[in-house]
């Protein structure tokens, strides 16, 4: 089975950046290249949220509180995705999980901790 491993949270203040990754390290290049990846977050008490998402063709779409501060890009040779938050606000806090989906299969990460500091 693929594993999905985030990294690159952390602790930051307010204003500042973090970029996230996310790989599939076992996943073969050719299920890596048809997988649409997206990222989710879920701040404490709330519901699990889109926050962006990259299709195979390379197509983007983020929720609108991200718009203009994150970027969402794919590497497919790599086998990783990558979320680049600028501008970063406690509204950002939570759990960020990565998922690798197609057809009826998804595959999501263990997530990983970012949290603002105002």
Known sequence: ?????????????AGGSLR???????MILSTFNMKTITWY?????????????ISTGGN?????????RFTISRDNGK???YLQMNSLNDADTGVYYCNFASGTT?????GIQVTVAS
């Not at 089975?1 to 203040?13: F, M, T």
């Not at 996230?20 to 076992?26: F, G, H």
Request: aromatic share 4%; proline share 2%.
């Open 1 to 13: 089975q693929a594993q999905v491993v985030e990294s690159g949270g952390g602790l930051v203040q």
């Open 79 to 81: 086998r990783t995705v």
């Open 41 to 53: 977050r879920q701040a404490p008490g709330k519901q699990r949220e889109l926050v962006a998402a």
């Open 60 to 68: 983007t779409n983020y929720t609108d509180s991200v718009k203009g």
């Open 106 to 110: 998804s595959t999501w990460g263990q």
């Open 20 to 26: 996230l990754s996310c790989k599939a390290a076992r």
